[in-house]
Protein backbone atom coordinates (compact mmCIF):
# COMPACT_ATOMS: atom_id res chain seq x y z
CA UNK A 1 0.00 0.00 0.00
CA UNK A 2 1.49 3.25 -0.99
CA UNK A 3 1.91 5.85 2.08
CA UNK A 4 -0.15 8.43 0.80
CA UNK A 5 -2.94 6.11 0.23
CA UNK A 6 -2.49 4.77 3.67
CA UNK A 7 -2.32 8.42 5.00
CA UNK A 8 -5.92 9.01 3.27
CA UNK A 9 -7.15 5.98 4.91
CA UNK A 10 -6.30 6.58 8.51
CA UNK A 11 -7.72 10.01 7.85
CA UNK A 12 -10.61 8.02 6.65
CA UNK A 13 -10.69 5.87 9.30
CA UNK A 14 -10.08 8.60 12.29
CA UNK A 15 -12.04 11.52 11.16
CA UNK A 16 -15.72 9.89 11.27
CA UNK A 17 -14.61 8.90 14.97
CA UNK A 18 -13.96 12.31 16.18
CA UNK A 19 -17.41 13.65 14.34
CA UNK A 20 -19.12 11.22 16.33
CA UNK A 21 -17.49 12.04 19.54
CA UNK A 22 -17.72 15.79 18.70
CA UNK A 23 -21.87 15.36 17.42
CA UNK A 24 -22.04 13.40 20.94
CA UNK A 25 -20.88 15.69 23.36
CA UNK A 26 -21.82 18.97 22.23
CA UNK A 27 -25.19 18.07 20.62
CA UNK A 28 -26.71 15.29 22.72
CA UNK A 29 -24.74 16.67 25.44
CA UNK A 30 -24.31 13.20 26.58
CA UNK A 31 -21.18 11.28 28.19
CA UNK A 32 -20.05 8.56 24.93
CA UNK A 33 -20.30 6.23 27.02
CA UNK A 34 -23.96 6.99 28.01
CA UNK A 35 -24.88 7.83 24.23
CA UNK A 36 -23.63 4.32 22.55
CA UNK A 37 -25.49 2.37 25.33
CA UNK A 38 -28.59 4.53 24.43
CA UNK A 39 -27.99 3.88 20.73
CA UNK A 40 -27.48 0.16 21.55
CA UNK A 41 -31.02 0.13 23.36
CA UNK A 42 -32.59 1.95 20.47
CA UNK A 43 -31.09 0.00 17.54
CA UNK A 44 -30.12 3.38 16.05
CA UNK A 45 -26.31 2.76 16.73
CA UNK A 46 -25.23 2.06 12.84
CA UNK A 47 -27.36 4.94 11.78
CA UNK A 48 -25.19 7.29 13.82
CA UNK A 49 -22.10 5.50 12.87
CA UNK A 50 -22.92 5.55 8.93
CA UNK A 51 -24.23 9.60 9.15
CA UNK A 52 -20.75 10.22 10.50
CA UNK A 53 -18.91 8.41 8.27
CA UNK A 54 -20.47 10.00 5.61
CA UNK A 55 -20.74 13.38 5.92
CA UNK A 56 -17.18 13.42 7.11
CA UNK A 57 -15.85 11.42 4.07
CA UNK A 58 -17.53 12.61 1.79
CA UNK A 59 -16.55 16.17 2.44
CA UNK A 60 -13.01 15.02 3.01
CA UNK A 61 -13.22 12.51 -0.20
CA UNK A 62 -14.51 15.57 -2.75
CA UNK A 63 -12.04 18.05 -0.89
CA UNK A 64 -8.90 15.75 -1.80
CA UNK A 65 -10.22 15.35 -5.40
CA UNK A 66 -10.65 19.09 -5.81
CA UNK A 67 -7.11 19.48 -4.67
CA UNK A 68 -6.03 16.62 -6.89
CA UNK A 69 -4.63 14.46 -4.59
CA UNK A 70 -6.40 11.70 -5.72
CA UNK A 71 -4.23 8.97 -3.97
CA UNK A 72 -5.54 10.42 -0.54
CA UNK A 73 -9.22 10.57 -1.65
CA UNK A 74 -8.66 6.56 -2.94
CA UNK A 75 -7.45 5.79 0.76
CA UNK A 76 -10.38 7.62 2.12
CA UNK A 77 -12.83 5.62 -0.10
CA UNK A 78 -11.42 2.56 1.43
CA UNK A 79 -12.02 3.19 4.87
CA UNK A 80 -15.64 4.17 4.05
CA UNK A 81 -15.98 0.75 2.49
CA UNK A 82 -14.37 -0.83 5.79
CA UNK A 83 -17.21 1.24 7.77
CA UNK A 84 -19.64 -0.26 5.23
CA UNK A 85 -19.09 -3.62 6.05
CA UNK A 86 -18.90 -2.53 10.06
CA UNK A 87 -22.14 -1.22 9.68
CA UNK A 88 -23.88 -4.25 7.94
CA UNK A 89 -22.20 -6.19 10.77
CA UNK A 90 -23.53 -4.24 13.17
CA UNK A 91 -27.09 -4.20 11.45
CA UNK A 92 -27.56 -7.67 10.60
CA UNK A 93 -25.66 -9.83 13.26
Excluded at 17 to 30: A, G, K, M
Excluded at 77 to 90: D, E, N, P, R, S
Aim: no cysteine; hydrophobic share 55%.
Amino acid sequence: MNKIVAKGFSIGVIAPIITLVVYISFVLELDVDTAIYKFERTNTLSHHISLSVFLTNIILFFMHLRTNKQHVAKGILGATFIYAFIVLYIRFF
